[in-house]
């Protein structure tokens, strides 16, 4: 899966109900030796581990593939790198790098490419795992109102959420500081001011300031951020009261969010992290039985 | 297991049994998916490598944690980290980190937290396994005269196997340096000259001169602290005869001891690492067997 | 697997024979919890990553070792640190260094030491996998026609091949820059003008620049290097029809070979890489079974 929009709404919905029977407890193991390797060129802890367990739940074998380490440090490309892992008999390569849209490069390979993150540009499965996350609580996407604040441009979460819930039928709203407005964002949703959009919204998403994508040091003091466009106490108490909070995490605490909120009553960031091991399983397993290769299931 | 003194000699005893089994040939296996991650924030090999064979003998998946490319290199904090990998459904995380009494910041976590030596702390896997090593060798260590030499202040190894020692009946000496005194220690054993100690101790325990954590150069030559304080030939000889020689290793050879003497008869050197992993098999079974996990337990 | 000299002929052509089964779909699995370590102390992507595939396949259990994050940064030696292995209970350790025949150093070692590349020393398993990739075109090296063209001098590769190739029966041809002729190859083979080469031979393998074994900066421009010693389209032209493309890869594009020529109809680089894992299954499988392991074999 390397864009969700070259994916059928029919899948995604597929997916999604896959990866909330892996919720319910399902087990899908994949039989025979498969071979997934996780490329990761940015720093990760969520997205590379929840991976590496979804592919060890459907019975993956997981290839330990370090890029400094690798023969890209002797000057190889990434496509070159592809094939061979390609070769040597990797079905999945799933890719986290800096470069937007570095995929483009790699339109060659034989081998399964699942995009986890491509600079500023997407970020599917965290689309899928937040979409699940939504359902679990509204039980559909449809007509729902869904907030996206902060750094929208640097954004790939928000790119691939924004796009997702557009196209399962919920209006979309964005806000966050005016330098970090992004034009392109205009045909998925409408920006509104921060307390306004509280008030308005079912789902609140906050979203990590990407202090590493910023050209310049970003001018802000941590508490100055909070105060103007982070969720403080005073927001969240005007949110409606069925309405939840997300953030794709690592949170800066303080600064996007109020610490105490990280785990309070309208939290869903912890549960996100935790579907994110399901909605990756269902990926994985959607792109392999395209493939043609079989799973197993059972009841746990 | 974060603390030892937080468990009861009954259980230590069980552990150490347990231990002894798997030594012996048995094999256990745990029941369903239960993943395991080592987040190793200092340089190890017997304890990360030892810890990651013991939960693959187990059965256990472990999930690849490098604490250079997560998320921490972004600013998240261990808590976050380790709830995050709670979230994702690891059950147990073995740590090992350089500062001291880390794991107090993580005391809401619900995954098992295994204390693989924090800073100048303690290091209890350490302690099991060397109180298994002296058990194979004395059949109890109730009543031994064990001699805890070198960097005492600085060493976690010192702390947690002095504890152990003198709570299961050994009567506990400490040697080394002066500058490396630790007032601290006088509550579990003594301390006495390094040419008195050797001739009185049934264990003699070597420590690893802790370079890392001395704040200034440390000021001897190799040869010079040999002479001093190190095991030389000459010391090893006034040993009484049943006396085993016991470090956790790495070794600095020709510092703590005569090179020529690591794998002499006495030594247990590599015993001990050999024994590392059936005591870190015991200890992570008897906290998943707490936690309700059931094992598939056979002989080899 | 340290070195191809100290392994009878036989021996060799029954891993051939057995590393052709696994291309053909032969799938055998060791008994018991064995464990292998990959020491990787250069950066490698095909032969690190082709020797985990090949002990996963073989059920190996496989740990996850990283020098840099290990006791040698303590200043551990690479001896303690195997001896350290092996008490843990590690079978097979897959080492490479950039010192040439590093592995003097570890002969007291128990545990099998298969050698990934000792600096400009050997590659023995390069050679095996390589053998198997000609076996496969022509039936058999006797009699063969092979040229190794390139970075002969700094090449682990070409010394390998070129042994094993002699050995089996092959004339070997060897060009390339005056300043890396080899005087010690002379007793495997002879050297001879490129354009002349190309002509003759059945076999064309190529050499990557290695840059990073170079005392002083490598002064060719690319392009130069290509039309002087490299494989452009004029010099393909003019080989035999039968006669194939062979590189251990990582290639350097447009320097060592016109980069269209990379999957041309007669290169069998990629082809290499599959046999690899393949290659290097019979080679860790030759190597247990001599230590009285068991496998159990059966076909796909």
């Known amino acids: 899966m390397i864009k969700l929009s070259r994916i059928s709404t029919d899948s995604i919905e597929k997916i999604l109900q896959e990866a909330q029977q892996f919720v319910d407890g399902k087990i899908s193991k994949i039989k025979g030796d498969v071979f997934a390797a996780n490329l990761f060129f940015e720093n990760s802890t969520r997205t590379k581990t929840s991976f590496e367990v979804a592919e060890k739940k459907l019975g993956l074998k997981?290839?330990?593939?370090?890029a400094d380490k690798s023969s890209i440090a002797k000057g190889e490309t990434l496509l070159d790198t592809i094939k061979t892992l390609e070769a040597i008999g990797v079905e999945v390569a799933v890719i986290r790098h800096s470069e937007k849209r570095y995929y483009d490069a790699l339109k060659d390979a034989k081998l399964s490419i699942i995009n986890a993150g491509d600079g500023v540009g997407s970020h599917p499965s965290q689309a899928i795992?937040?979409?699940?996350?939504?359902?679990?609580?509204?039980?559909?996407?449809?007509?729902?109102?869904?907030?996206?604040?902060?750094?929208?441009?640097?954004?790939?979460?928000?790119?691939?959420?924004?796009?997702?819930?557009?196209r399962l039928g919920a209006k979309v709203y964005f806000s966050g500081p005016e330098f970090w407005f992004d034009e392109g964002m205009l045909v998925n949703g409408t920006y509104m001011q921060f307390d306004d959009l509280v008030k308005e919204v079912d789902?609140?998403?906050?979203?990590r300031i990407q202090h590493e994508r910023h050209e310049r040091n970003f001018s802000f003091k941590p508490e100055d951020y909070l105060k103007k466009f982070g969720l403080t106490k005073e927001r969240e108490a005007?949110?409606?009261p069925t309405s939840i909070i997300m953030h794709p995490a690592p949170i800066n605490r303080g600064v996007e969010i109020d610490s105490e909120l990280v785990e309070c009553e309208r939290s869903r960031i912890f549960k996100q992290m935790q579907n994110g091991v399901f909605a990756r399983m269902a990926i994985l397993k959607y792109d392999l039985e395209n493939k043609g290769f079989e799973f197993i299931d059972s009841k746990n």
Chains 1, 2, 3 share one sequence.
């Open 62 to 66: 997981v290839i330990d593939f370090e």
């Open 129 to 166: 795992l937040d979409a699940l996350t939504i359902i679990q609580e509204f039980g559909k996407i449809e007509g729902l109102k869904i907030g996206i604040v902060g750094d929208v441009k640097h954004s790939r979460v928000a790119n691939s959420d924004a796009g997702l819930f557009r």
């Open 203 to 207: 789902v609140l998403i906050l979203l």
């Open 238 to 240: 005007k949110m409606k």
